[in-house]
T-cell receptor, first 113, second 116 residues
Framework: QKEVEQNSGPLSVPEGAIASLNCTYS??????FFWYRQYSGKSPELIMS????GDKEDGRFTAQLNKASQYVSLLIRDSQPSDSATYLC?????????????FGKGTLLTVNP | GAVVSQHPSRVICKSGTSVKIECRSL??????MFWYRQFPKQSLMLMAT?????????EQGVEKDKFLINHASLTLSTLTVTSAHPEDSSFYIC????????????FGPGTRLTVL
């Protein structure tokens, strides 16, 4: 059973702070890792994908992947109230043409003005 | 780029009726589309994987005769909820992967189904 674990939160940070979201996964041969943001009542939107160990930066967002530790994280710098949402970690395992993702249950982030 | 649309965005129907939801990739061809269901305060639950020109692959516990999926073209997949009941009320979301692109799934805006 492939599992993706996230702290459900809520994670509360003040505006301008760094928000750190964490995710662990059980399938050691997982290949692709994604962070999605989901506002209440809306569908997920892609923030970032990461495939290799290390950091990947895109604007205020940095994804970090450590395959040895089976750990992926998302850092949000200069957090804004508009970043308040549920953040979903998703992992694609091995399996060739099987593109199925396993989602975590999400972490609710609240950025306080 | 990578825009996925769904129609309708919201539907209310009576118990026992069937409802069809469309999922379209607007600016790319999608060989694979996925259908998810999400209940309030829960994460996405994959229902089925839809490949163009072939039968959908359903996840364990999902009734294929109740949730009919048709992926007739590289830009359109449909989900029909047959004989809907109140317990089918949920947020249905599709996603698509671009043929020849990466393995990133792009999500549609979702369809909120309410069965009375």
């Amino acid at each position: 059973q492939k599992e993706v674990e996230q702290n459900s939160g809520p994670l509360s940070v003040p505006e301008g702070a760094i928000a750190s979201l964490n995710c662990t996964y059980s399938d050691r041969v997982s290949q692709s890792f994604f962070w999605y943001r989901q506002y209440s009542g809306k569908s997920p939107e892609l923030i970032m994908s990461i495939y290799s160990n290390g950091d990947k930066e895109d604007g205020r967002f940095t994804a970090q992947l450590n395959k040895a530790s089976q750990y992926v994280s998302l850092l949000i710098r200069d957090s804004q109230p508009s970043d308040s949402a549920t953040y979903l970690c998703a992992v694609r395992g091995s399996g060739g043409s099987n593109y199925k993702l396993t989602f975590g249950k999400g972490t609710l982030l609240t950025v306080n003005p | 780029g990578a825009v996925v649309s769904q129609h309708p965005s919201r539907v209310i129907c009576k118990s026992g009726t069937s409802v069809k939801i469309e999922c379209r990739s607007l600016d790319f061809q999608a060989t694979t589309m996925f259908w998810y269901r999400q209940f309030p305060k829960q994460s996405l639950m994959l229902m089925a994987t839809s490949n163009e020109g072939s039968k959908a692959t359903y996840e364990q516990g999902v009734e294929k005769d109740k949730f009919l999926i048709n992926h007739a073209s590289l830009t359109l997949s449909t989900l029909t909820v047959t004989s809907a009941h109140p317990e089918d009320s949920s947020f249905y979301i599709c996603s698509a992967i671009s043929a020849g692109g990466t393995d990133t799934q792009y999500f549609g805006p979702g369809t909120r189904l309410t069965v009375l």
